[in-house]
């Protein structure tokens, strides 16, 4: 694969230049995952001096021939090499290095994450780290877990029926993603837990995929109330009636609708 050896000259780069004191590989190659259709992903800890004279497009570009660099909405480095192939990079300073304590989870053994520690700072923090995310369990965690899935629902209600069904597709958007969180705690298929829609389809029941696949209000609440019962009964709590039969309404109301006026095939 093309993303082995864009790995093996990241590798090669951060080892040949002494500015990076620090870097990390992270997400599915470093869990062992990886495949033709993944990013290559990283983290690069410079001097406070390097990383303000860094031009992070010619540092990629030293890499590999790319199509294009960008910083991403969240500050992060794209580069897009041929193929086309996604590589991440974060390059931060080596005061960054103890933000990585504040992670979640590290996702991946040590051993395959580390790339070069030069100072030594990077390894233990990273041991310090569970690999694997928390995942809801208490009655409390469970209801909140449920709960911003309703949160979700409602609002993409609401706005549906103020016309405004673009804002519409984005919470339902984030009402599937809760979905697939309570089914993977329900199933128990926790181990891709912080990107819940990653590898769905293979560890999922089908009729969770397609509800969450659907997006719409009505097929996410009427598989959402069944994981949220199921939840609730495991953990001694009690759904909500009251909102249950506010949401059975706005779900049925939602399936008499007529289609959006942007749906596929409309003037």
Not at 136 to 158: K, Q, T
Not at 259 to 265: D, F, L, N, R, V
């Amino acid at each position: 694969m093309i993303q082995h050896d864009l790995i093996a000259r990241v590798r090669e780069r951060c080892r040949a230049d002494g500015d990076v004191r620090a870097a990390l590989m992270y997400g599915s190659f470093a869990a062992g995952e990886g495949d033709a259709h993944s990013d290559v992903e990283f983290w690069l800890f410079l001097t406070p001096a390097a990383r303000a004279a860094l031009d992070p497009a010619a540092w990629c570009a030293a890499v590999a021939p790319v199509n294009l660099v960008l910083e991403n909405e969240f500050g992060t480095h794209v580069a897009l090499f041929p193929g086309p192939v996604r590589g991440e990079f974060h390059f931060a300073t080596t005061a960054d290095i103890a933000s990585v304590a504040g992670w979640p989870a590290r996702g991946a053994a040590v051993e395959a994450m580390v790339v070069v520690d030069r100072d030594g700072a990077l390894t233990p923090v990273l041991r310090a780290l569970p690999e694997r995310p928390a995942v809801p369990r208490s009655p409390a965690e469970i209801a909140d877990l449920c709960g911003r899935f309703a949160n979700w629902l409602v609002l993409a209600a609401h706005v549906t029926a103020r016309g405004e069904h673009l804002r519409a597709q984005d919470a339902l958007a984030h009402a599937a993603r809760h979905l697939l969180w309570m089914a993977r705690v329900a199933e128990g298929s926790t181990a891709h837990y912080l990107t819940p829609s990653r590898a769905a389809e293979a560890e999922l029941p089908a009729r969770t995929v397609a509800a969450a696949g659907a997006g719409t209000l009505a097929a996410l609440w009427e598989e959402g109330r069944e994981r949220w019962r199921e939840l609730a009964a495991r953990t001694g709590g009690e759904p909500p009636a009251a909102l249950f039969a506010e949401l059975d309404r706005l779900a049925a109301a939602a399936t008499a609708r007529p289609a959006s006026p942007w749906s596929p095939g409309r003037p």
